[in-house]
């Protein structure tokens, strides 16, 4: 399948798209089902798979089984942190959560083809080095990561001031999504909020489609 690179490149005013983040998988049997009842329930952009295995003919087999459910409704794949899996697994691209170093090696690698996205990024330098290297969006927060909900909100909105390059912004519980609105992300990424919520990940998602629709777009 044709990767998805065009994505991240030009963004309307209008409301943010969603990137999903999965828990590690480890049984792409079981999840299947899962991930097809998420992404039926609202406009998804972007699915970042992790998965748990770390022999990477596992890891290979897993992506290889569950790109296909997602990409079949215009949704971009990626790999979390490695780059060599990428192009022999049929993913659209790589995350990239690690040094300078691994964001160039990644780019080199990958682009023009497919999709180079980073997190991790601690410093504003941090972040701009990345957005100067070439990625294809920047993340603020994420599920390992350590900032806070405010600290997130402040840097997508310095962002979005000054950069061209798409920016996604974590959400770490539903609540935070209006604030991402209004700060201007173009992307909201959330995990465990929508795959740990007991109700199920399509009736929460259903849920962050209202709150989307019903944020101010102040900053737009």
């Known amino acids: 399948m044709k990767s998805h690179p ?22 792409w049997v079981a999840y299947a089902p899962i991930l097809e009842a998420a992404v039926a329930a609202c406009d998804v952009a972007c699915l970042l798979l992790q998965t748990e295995s770390r022999d990477e003919g596992e890891r290979q087999k897993i992506v290889r089984a569950l ?62 080095s990345a957005g100067e290297a070439g990625v294809d969006y920047v993340m603020f927060g994420g599920p390992a990561n350590p900032q806070e909900h405010s600290e997130i909100a402040e840097r997508v909105a310095w962002w979005t001031e000054i950069f061209n390059v798409p920016c996604v912004g974590y959400a770490h519980e539903l609540a935070s999504i209006p604030d991402l609105v209004r700060a ?37």
């Open 67 to 128: 790109a296909p459910s997602v990409q079949k409704h215009g949704i971009a794949c990626l790999i979390a942190d490695d780059a060599h899996l990428v192009a022999g697994s049929g993913a659209d691209g790589v995350h990239i959560e690690g040094t300078h170093e691994k964001v160039e090696a990644a780019l080199k690698s990958l682009q023009p083809n497919y999709i180079v996205g980073v997190g991790g990024l601690a410093t504003r330098d941090s972040a701009m």
């Open 184 to 220: 201007g992300a173009e992307f909201i990424a959330l995990g465990p909020a929508v795959f740990a919520d007991p109700r199920g990940a399509d009736v929460a998602l259903r849920d962050v489609a209202r709150l989307m629709a019903a944020a101010p777009e102040s900053a737009r």
């Open 6 to 27: 065009e994505l991240f490149a030009a963004m309307s005013t209008d409301l943010p798209r969603l990137y999903l983040i999965t828990p590690p998988v480890s049984d």
